[in-house]
């Protein structure tokens, strides 16, 4: 049965930090880029960042460039999303997701950034 499990969300004062964790099973994660999407109230679902599986090459939404870093350790199947400077804009629920075929989606993790 595959799973993503998304854990590290919650609500933290604008310039803290955060760290998400997606543990997958259920399929060959290595061999799967990794990304991380959101989504606001009243949003679509916007990509965040995505780390591919060979190379681990990354890249980030222009919003995020600078504060938040994905990272992938295939051995633990899971994937990381460090976001730092955090700011309100950023509240929202956080998705982790396979990408290929089949893809799989997460149920999300709440990250709000209040004071």
């Known amino acids: 049965q595959v799973q993503l499990v998304e854990s590290g969300g919650g609500l933290v004062q604008p310039g803290g930090s955060l760290r998400l964790s997606c543990a997958a099973s259920?399929?060959?994660?290595?061999?799967?880029?990794m990304s991380w999407y959101r989504q606001a109230p009243g949003k679509e679902r916007e990509l965040v960042a995505r780390?591919?599986?060979?190379?681990?090459?990354?890249n980030y939404a222009d919003s995020v460039k600078g504060r938040f870093t994905i990272s992938r350790v295939n051995a633990e199947n899971t994937v990381y999303l460090q976001m730092n400077s955090l700011k309100p804009e950023d509240t929202a629920v956080y998705y982790c997701?396979?990408?290929?075929?089949?893809?799989?989606w997460g149920p999300g993790t709440q990250v709000t950034v209040s004071s």
């Open positions: 997701h396979a990408e290929g075929f089949p893809s799989y």
């Open positions: 780390i591919t599986s060979t190379y681990y090459s990354t």
């Open positions: 259920g399929f060959t994660f290595s061999r799967y880029s």
